[in-house]
């Protein structure tokens, strides 16, 4: 039940960011005296992410710092030591992300297992090996330092201190061609099963996490396929380039839209996320083409209503961020940022995307205008210490693949 302050505090408008992958990139916890650069774009020198630069630098833009940042983790392998080290704790991530960004967490939870060299190692039947049950002690003991996050100074659920995150869990599985977990859809599906099961047995509140099941716009096989059913996902979600899978599209209907209607069927009365939008720097694509193209974009999914979370994906083939009338791209649009006088960041309403009509399979996917709200940011961030890259997000033609 959502308190009356809670609700008479929600805002009608939209949250923006983006999402930023880089190498090594860390959140840095002391005053900054790097530029926007750092923040924006990932041709940057600077690695660090600092923290007052973000602020200073989205407030310079007459915009509220985001709400949301994205963060990486993996599953497996030599570095996963570390990787549970550098996400969890008073020094992780999370809480980087959550004190010092007063941000919401996006966890970006990849089934991936890699070795000492950095290189990936994971098994063709890891999924079907995490149904049967052959990951539970990690399982619960990464649900287990994830709560302790969530429970706040307190550890206690269910009181004023606690914390909120999102796990979006081996998206883009029907990418099958670059992600091994989308080879067997079924496995899949009782691989999410399982682990949902898991973490609903530890007590986790719907108001501290909230499940986001996330295909590709843009597949090899059929998203439905995966689907785990309404019961084990809370928001539905695609990842969306342009171009994807073909040519140059400058409307972004015609890559959203049959996505958008698959969703529509397969989850009617689920909020709708955007976890990755981009617009390629490639094929001789001008800058103002790509900033036409995210304005377009945003007007289509957030002022059309048709998205409650979007986040940009900024990298060194989506370098819009750094192209001029950037901000404006973003903040023409109904965008809203973290609220500093709410302590957990947004509203309950926000965060369960409960404050606007859910998607209809009769309305085409469209959600109607009222309350919506697009996350920032998904501050990308590897946290093995190993140089990994995210694959390409398309090619000019066919199936998108990695690098």
Request: some cysteine.
């Given at each position: ?52 630069a ?9 915009a ?8 990486y983790a ?8 570390g ?10 991530y999370?809480?980087n ?25 994971t098994?063709?039947?890891f999924t ?19 709560l302790?996050f ?21 998206h883009e ?15 899949y ?18 108001t ?6 996330c295909?590709?716009?843009f ?5 439905a ?15 969306a ?19 958008l ?5 397969l ?44 986040s ?5 083939e ?17 965008l809203v ?26 309305s ?13 940011a998904?501050l ?15 090619k000019?033609s066919?199936?998108?693949g990695?690098?």
């Amino acid at each position: 039940m959502l308190a009356a302050a809670d609700d008479a505090n929600a805002a009608d408008g939209a949250v923006i960011g983006h999402h930023r992958r880089s190498a090594d990139a860390a959140i840095a916890t002391s005053s900054a005296t790097a530029s926007c650069c750092a923040l924006l774009r990932n041709s940057c020198a600077a690695v660090a992410i600092a923290v007052a630069a973000g602020a200073n630098c989205v407030a310079a833009n007459g915009a509220a710092p985001g709400a949301l940042w994205g963060v990486y983790a993996f599953w497996c392998g030599a570095v996963q030591s570390g990787n549970m080290g550098v996400t969890f704790g008073d020094g992780g991530y999370l809480m980087n992300i959550w004190n010092n960004m007063h941000a919401v967490p996006l966890i970006s939870w990849q089934p991936f297992c890699y070795d000492t060299t950095g290189t990936r190692v994971t098994s063709d039947s890891f999924t079907a090996d995490v149904a049967a049950g052959n990951y539970d002690s990690f399982i619960d003991d990464w649900a287990g330092q994830l709560l302790s996050f969530l429970n706040g100074d307190d550890g206690v659920a269910g009181t004023g201190d606690d914390r909120r995150a999102y796990l979006r869990m081996a998206h883009e599985m029907n990418l099958n061609s670059v992600y091994p977990w989308g080879l067997d859809a079924g496995a899949y599906v009782s691989f999410w099963q399982h682990v949902h099961d898991r973490f609903s047995a530890m007590g986790f509140q719907a108001t501290q996490l909230q499940w986001m099941w996330c295909p590709n716009n843009f597949g090899d096989a059929d998203a439905a396929g995966y689907w785990p059913g309404a019961d084990y996902v809370d928001w539905v979600c695609f990842d969306a380039y342009n171009p994807s899978g073909g040519g140059w599209a400058s409307d972004p209907s015609a890559i959203v839209d049959p996505i958008l209607s698959e969703l529509g069927s397969l989850a009617p009365g689920k909020p709708v996320a955007v976890g990755e939008f981009g617009c390629t720097s490639d094929n001789g694509v001008s800058s103002q083409s790509r900033v036409d193209w995210v304005s377009a974009f945003l007007a289509y999914m957030v002022d059309g209503g048709r998205a409650q979370l979007v986040s940009y994906f900024d990298s060194a083939e989506y370098v819009v961020s750094g192209d001029a009338g950037f901000s404006g791209a973003l903040w023409g649009h109904a965008l809203v940022g973290s609220d500093s006088s709410n302590g957990r960041v947004m509203t309950d309403a926000q965060f369960l995307g409960a404050a606007v009509s859910p998607m209809s399979s009769s309305s085409g996917g469209r959600l109607p205008p009222m309350l919506r709200w697009a996350a920032m940011a998904e501050l990308s961030l590897a946290n093995t210490g190993t140089s990994l890259r995210k694959r390409r997000k398309h090619k000019s033609s066919g199936p998108r693949g990695a690098n």
